[in-house]
């Protein structure tokens, strides 16, 4: 008889942070699935009378990181400084982040600082 993979048909965790805020914690996880497919997850995990808090989960998938990305910027922008680059409240594909712009991005004004991410 054959023997069976145990991860065959799990996701792979590739790489986590965590970002603690008071009674909830943030943790925004890269993943791969069984197809071989990357995608984020965002999970809040808030601390309540049940076992094990109360989670909520977001997946975003490989293909929409530069729609998402581009959007959850531009949404930091507007509740920091109240200015926001869209005209529109839906991503287009003409919106999408390009790597470059991305990396000329000064992110520690829109998040702050590693430090502070724990």
């Avoid at 996701?11 to 497919?37: C, F, H, N, P, W």
């Avoid at 910027?73 to 982040?97: A, H, P, Q, W």
Wanted: aromatic share 8%; glycine share 8%.
């Amino acid at each position: 008889m054959k023997e069976k993979n145990k991860d065959q048909g799990r996701q792979q965790e590739l790489y986590t942070r965590l970002v603690k805020a008071g009674t909830r914690s943030y943790y925004i996880d890269a993943k791969k699935d069984s197809a071989g497919s990357h995608y984020i997850v965002l999970c809040e995990r808030r601390q309540s009378d049940r076992p094990g808090g109360e989670r909520q989960r977001i997946f975003v998938y490989e293909e929409d990181l530069d729609k998402f990305t581009a959007a959850l910027l531009d949404v930091i922008k507007f509740v920091r400084s109240g200015v926001s680059d869209s005209t529109s409240g839906e991503m287009e594909s003409s919106d999408r982040l390009r790597l470059e712009e991305l990396d000329e991005l000064n992110l520690d004004e829109f998040i702050g600082k590693e430090g502070d991410w724990e």
